[in-house]
RNA sequence: GUGGUUGUAGCUCAGCUGGUUAGAGCAUCAGAUUGUGGUUCUGAGGGUCGCGGGUUCGAACCCCGUCAUCCACCCCA
């Protein structure tokens, strides 16, 4: 049998352990500086929490666990008609916010609101893969959960600068915010078919404001209104602006007040307030840039949306979220609302890789910093008690398990790129000395043991 | 779910218009070097050519099917 992994999997092995822990660490750090707590979340969930979160797509690509056991037999040798909820109840995860809005409602007792929270797990979704687009992958959050307060907003792009910035990659903040998405929707009268725009509405770099007129002519969801002849204007107009400039979204907020679009109003007037705060505050160093075709599939999202893409590379956004308002109210809790955002590790390396950002990160090394040979059983006795010593002293030492040729052995520590490599055979032994080889230089030396810390520069 | 790409050694690939024992580099192992790696030299092992069927005297190569892969659409981290 030819051993595999399923679609859309992959193994990772050492060397790219640890560049993804560098990108762990880097993101957690900067959680932890932002005072947000760690939580954990299984990897399932039951089908109903997560059912109806994420659109009709999302439904689609939920991964379904079949029910164990007994069940399953009867299910196989049942004539009756099997109801799905015989078959599944459970699935893994989709995404880190709704398993979290859970928590939240069922710990409500436990929690101290306004909660600030981070969680690093992955997540899986059924799509096809391909380029940066996984089966299984990590997704690592941050909300705030129990708290109006835009400043949440402004706290959350500072640490998407910050992180990226430690990353040297070069991103830009995309912001929008759905209160004016659904402001449009009102004057195109779509304020019913929302999820359907908006889904159209994405696609405006790609096929232009017309194209998405067509389309939305084409499935009969939008009917000839004065209105939109107003907002059509502003919108081409203010489909991007960056850094501050604020002409296009006053042009829109004309259109929304003329129309007496109160929801578009408040949208505008929450893209304005972040953004003002950010730029008096924060020195970005990437660029923040409002667009108006932002949409973001996630059904949740209810007032600001962020995406992350990195510049010069195609591969989608490397990270996202915004405010829900009411996302736990689905589970017994209303009136909570909350932001988040959650980076997305695979791609973030994918990134990384392709602009060889990893080549100025020493991430070859071997944690080891010393290894013994191994001569034969005297000397091991003597070796491990060595071993033993340096450890104490926090230094990463190890000592080759079997007897092998002397060949063998320092190919392997020239292979793990272990720095320092001591021999200690007989002669040794009887002198109390150990010799010591720097494996870069090829050097040896006979030092005393107490040296030895000193020789590797650990003192 | 729709469209396309590619499947040959552990990895990356070559293999002419179908023609005899399918090749290379890297990696592995052994030796040169019985207390020394990274360099060099010598040698060795390793392949149902994704799988199944068809055409043919003859198929890695052509045809059909199937599976896998990657890419694009949709959607998304």
Redesign the pocket.
Known sequence: M?P?????T?DFSPAEMQRRNYIFETIKSVFLLHGFQQIETPAMENLSVLEGK??E??D??LFRILNSGPVLEQIRNSKSEIRNADVTEKGLRY?L?VPFARYVVQHRNEITFPFKRFQIQQ?W?A?????????????CDADIIGSNSLLNEVELIQIVDKVFTQFKIPVTIKVNNRKILQGIAELYNLKEKFKDF???L??IE??GLEGVENELKEKGLTQINIRTVLIRQSIARGLKFTDGSDMALSDINNAFQKCESEVGMKGITEVVAIANTVYETTELKNSIEFDISL?????YYTGAII??KAKDV????????GRYDDLTGIFGLPNVSGVGI???????YDVMEELKLFDALQTEQSSTEILF?N?GEKEEIFCLKLVTELRSAGIAAELYPDR????????????R?IPF?A???????KSGKV?L????????KLVGKEQIAEMIGKK
Request: charged share 40%.
């Open positions: 030819k595999s992994i399923p679609k859309g992959r994420y659109g797509e999302g689609k690509l995404d916010t997540v979704r799509d096809r893969p391909q380029k940066g687009r996984y089966r299984e992958f990590y997704q908006i889904i159209v994405d696609k790609k096929i949409a973001r599939g996630l059904d995406e992350v195609q591969i989608g956004s490397v990270c996202g979220g959650s980076f997305g590790v695979d791609r973030i040979v001569f092998d040729k002397i060949k063998k052995q320092m190919s392997y520590a020239n292979d790129k490599v021999l200690v055979g007989e002669e040794e032994m010799k080889k720097d494996m870069n230089s090829g050097e040896e």
